[in-house]
């Protein structure tokens, strides 16, 4: 493509789009993808790029995969989307199946939804409603760590690091959660080693039983707080802290799932099942848009 065909396009696309996590106006143009195949970007300019982001840990399987595009096509060709209020087709309902083989113990249900957030969203609702059908209408609010990232809209905003988060700028308008410590850094951590952040977590479980409904954390790895690892026995801690008061478990494998952290989800290196689960990203290979919360 002609440079100033490249031009012409960056200057539409400032005119008319405004990128995530971007200053407006941009202070740099938007580099422009003419095509995509295997690992590797092609940009209209003629260089190429290895994506090492894979779109924001997205396209697991690379681009242009030909099983994938295959599965795409053949799927259009019979139907693109329905909707799923008092619908339902072959295609969602082994997906399910498949998700429920393969996830922790003890999760048997699957809601399908848009995005990360989303999932994120819904599993803050599934976690009131569950608190107050026992009649515990005061548990409203979620227990979590510093660190964490849980996407962009607001229940999961909300639970986003308030402090060092993307999102401090809405502080005062976000529900405010309870945030413990982030857990001690380190994979081999025992569990004598993280003894005291353990007894701090539960201190305050225990100082605010009466309005916690749930727990949600990032198992093992807390990605864009920086690739941050940490014990699985600090998911063994919570389990038993949730356990302990009622509280439900929600672990976001939104990032860690299917093989990130060499188990198949996070949960699985501390064998701890979460009472609710959320996915998403390499779900599709970044083929679409969709995340699912198990519960």
């Known amino acids: 493509m002609e440079q100033s065909d490249i031009e012409r396009l ?21 580099r422009l993808v003419e095509s995509a ?41 019979q139907m693109s989307h329905v909707m799923f209020g008092g619908l339902t087709h072959r295609p969602a309902i082994e997906l399910a199946e498949a998700l429920l083989e393969m996830a922790p ?11 990360g957030s989303v999932s994120v969203e819904v599993a803050v609702k599934m976690a009131v409603q569950y608190q107050r059908a026992l009649g515990q209408r005061r548990r409203t609010r979620l227990l979590t760590v510093r660190g964490g990232y849980h996407g962009d809209t607001f229940a999961a905003m909300s639970v986003c690091d308030p402090v060092r988060g993307m999102h401090s700028e809405f502080a005062g308008v976000l529900p405010e ?32 039983r ?63 099942a979460p009472d609710i689960m959320c996915v998403g990203k390499a779900l599709t290979g970044g083929y679409l848009s969709m995340a699912a919360t198990l519960c």
Request: glycine share 8%; hydrophobic share 45%; charged share 20%.
């Open 10 to 30: 960056q200057k539409r696309d400032a005119e008319v789009l405004w990128h995530p996590y971007a200053p407006m106006p941009a202070s740099v143009p938007a």
């Open 37 to 77: 195949e295997g690992v590797r970007l092609h940009f209209a300019d003629g260089t190429v790029a290895i994506d090492a982001m894979s779109s924001w840990w997205c396209a697991v399987h690379g681009y242009r995969h030909p099983a994938l595009d295959r599965a795409m096509s053949d799927q259009a060709a």
């Open 105 to 115: 113990r003890g999760l048997d249900h699957v809601f399908l939804a848009d995005s």
């Open 177 to 208: 959660q309870i945030f413990a410590p982030r857990p001690p850094a380190g994979f081999e951590r025992s569990q004598n080693e993280i003894a005291p952040w353990t007894n701090e977590v539960s201190d305050l479980a225990r100082l605010h």
């Open 210 to 272: 009466d309005e916690i409904a749930a727990i949600i954390i990032e198992p093992v790895l807390q990605g864009a707080g920086g690739m941050y690892v940490y014990s699985p026995e600090c998911l063994r801690a919570l389990r038993a802290i949730a356990d302990e008061h009622g509280f439900l478990l929600i672990l976001d494998e939104i990032a860690t799932g299917f093989g990130r952290t060499g188990a198949m989800f996070a949960a699985d290196h501390a064998e701890v």
